[in-house]
């Protein structure tokens, strides 16, 4: 089994951050655990040591470094909305254990193989919700109850912003990790966002530090309730997103 690299030097130049001792253990440990549960159900085709680094735990914390400055912080209440294998939800569950993060995923075996991974990692701060998104924001326990939602990879970015701005509190905020990004995009995004209570806060970009490549954190902000009409029926916000 590979180490993970330390990389203190990386993290600190980029995030202004680095890990402890054991954080970084823990880090190994979620490496070992993610792999372990790939070999049953493909969680990642992200395996090598360095990829793994890069593309799951520095991009997964990136996106959090407003936060990373004061991990003490208050406490927060996160879903992480279509988890995948489990990012960017499960480092920062690591980082920020005071913090209740819950992993959404519509593929109920890969929200099974990420709780045996929790269970076996002793990992108390994470819960699990085995649906669609537009079912959860519909249900009164989930629907504008997070302070913070995550999305990385699940689709463009108006149907992120309808998936995330129901399930956020007045004043929550919405991370959108996004690779490229284009005037178009934000424009696009800009011009339905009142139609769901939020507004764009700020875009945020970053280089990745081992492979230079392009990453950008699009933030949103609850600033009205959302229409109960959203989001709309399961699909349909992917398949015919916001114009």
């Known amino acids: 089994m590979d180490r993970l690299p330390f990389n203190g030097d990386r993290w600190q130049s980029s995030l202004q951050w680095q890990p402890t001792d054991a954080q970084q253990q823990r880090f190994q440990q979620l490496y070992e655990a993610i792999l372990a549960a790939n070999r049953q159900i493909n969680l990642t085709r992200i395996t090598t040591s360095e990829d793994f680094w890069e593309k799951h735990l520095w991009d997964s914390l990136q996106g959090v470094a407003p936060w990373l400055s004061d991990p003490q912080a208050a406490e927060l209440k996160v879903v992480d909305i279509g988890t995948g294998g489990g990012f960017p939800g499960l480092p920062v569950a690591l980082v920020f254990p005071h913090w209740a993060i819950a992993l959404m995923d519509a593929t109920r075996k890969k929200i099974a193989a990420l709780e045996f991974v ?12 085995p649906q669609r998104a537009e079912q959860v924001a519909h249900q009164p326990t989930h629907r504008e109850a997070y302070d913070l939602a995550l999305l990385r990879a699940v689709g463009p970015v108006n149907t992120c912003a309808e998936y995330a701005l129901p399930l956020l509190k007045m004043e929550g905020q919405a991370i959108l990790y996004r690779g490229q990004w284009t005037a178009e995009e934000e ?18 970009s970053q280089t990745t530090p081992l492979t230079q490549g392009v990453r950008h954190n699009v933030m949103l902000t609850k600033v009205e309730r959302t229409p109960d009409k959203f989001p709309r029926l399961p699909g349909i916000p992917a398949k015919t997103p916001l114009v």
Do not use: M, Q, W, Y
Not at 121 to 127: D, H, M, T, Y
Not at 190 to 202: C, D, M, N, Q
């Open 118 to 129: 929790c269970e076996s990692l002793g990992i108390a701060n994470v819960s699990f919700l």
């Open 187 to 204: 424009d696009g995004l800009t011009a339905i966002l009142p139609r769901l209570g939020g507004k764009l806060l700020e875009v945020r």
